[in-house]
């Protein structure tokens, strides 16, 4: 479903909120055209990824992603003292928001927080997963982030790929974050490509983890 004409802000981060961002989209007239869409698709546009260094990366049989030119997004990551509590287990994470903590974050361009090349305190990890492209995660929850390619390819604004299910849960729910169009689709499995086309025909439904209890 295309994303609304008017401005908006897109909010998310990891799972213990040590890393945020902000995707901030202009209004339609403002929008860079993707430069292969017979000039008709706007960016950012979302997509379902069958590509198999993505699946692999993500550890998702079908990832989807928020592919934003970069200028949108600001982005704050914490410093590893911020989150330091000798108390607590190195693994604790925070999901909900702190208002301490909060209030003392700095945003600052998306580049200056997931451009590999800088040096960083928080707990922002990089991956070389193949020449000229960089993925980001949590160090610390583990979350995978984003997908950067450096250089650009010629007629692109430049790009930062967003983990679409690292947006914040009340704002995924607009059905507006659909995905619009599948991409390397002739890359994908047999059985998830079936799976996409037929919906959810001939699944079972569970409402939590009990498969003893059905939806309907």
Request: aromatic residues 0%.
């Given at each position: 479903m295309p994303l609304p004409a008017s401005s908006i802000t897109i909010n998310g981060g990891c799972n213990c909120r040590a890393i945020r961002y902000r995707i901030a989209i202009p209004?339609?007239?403002?929008?860079?055209?993707h430069p292969y869409s017979h000039g008709k698709a706007p960016l950012p546009t979302i997509v379902t990824d069958h590509c198999n260094d993505c699946r692999r990366a993500t550890g998702s049989i079908l990832p989807a992603w928020i592919c934003t030119p970069l200028a949108f997004v600001s982005a704050s990551a914490l410093p590893r003292s911020a989150l330091s509590d000798p108390g607590a287990p190195s693994h604790a994470a925070s999901p909900e928001p702190n208002d301490?903590?909060?209030?003392?974050r700095e945003w600052v361009p998306a580049l200056d927080v997931f451009e590999p090349a800088r040096p960083t305190e928080s707990f922002v990890s990089c991956f070389r997963s193949s020449p000229g492209v960089t993925r980001t995660f949590c160090g610390r929850c583990g979350t995978h982030l984003t997908y950067m390619r450096e250089p650009t390819p010629p007629g692109w604004p430049d790009m930062l790929d967003v983990v679409l299910g690292s947006v914040d849960?009340?704002?995924?729910a607009a059905e507006w974050l659909t995905p619009e169009r599948h991409l390397w689709w002739d890359c994908g499995l047999d059985w998830v490509r079936e799976l996409v086309s037929a919906g959810e025909r001939g699944l079972e439904r569970h409402p939590a983890y009990r498969l003893d209890e059905a939806v309907g």
């Open positions: 209004s339609l007239p403002q929008r860079p055209i301490a903590i909060e209030a003392s849960r009340d704002e995924l």
